[in-house]
């Protein structure tokens, strides 16, 4: 959402929660990154900032990159790939 939110619906439509992130988010993934079987929130934000979630909206993890996030996948393993506006790859492990 541009307004800087991320939202969780349940399967009704009833809002679940949602997360203020601080800038707009652009990317969004649900992916094991812990491997405890249960799939977390991934948000790569405008402003380089990548958010993990749980599923009740708690923050496991922020990071910042030094530019703008033009790219943001999971690498399979509980690890994920960011690729940024000043041409770096960095990959992340929670």
Sequence with gaps: SDCF?????????????????QAP?????AVDVNQDGCPEIVAGC???????L?????????HRTEAKL?????DGEGRLLLGSSDGKLTLLGL
Excluded: I
């Design 70 to 74: 033009h790219g943001l996948a999971s």
């Design 25 to 29: 988010v652009r990317r969004l993934l």
């Design 46 to 52: 405008d402003d380089g900032s990548v958010w993990v």
């Design 54 to 62: 749980d599923g009740e909206g708690n923050t496991l993890g922020v």
């Design 5 to 21: 939110y991320a939202y969780l619906f349940g399967e009704d439509g009833t809002e679940r929660w949602r997360r203020n992130l």
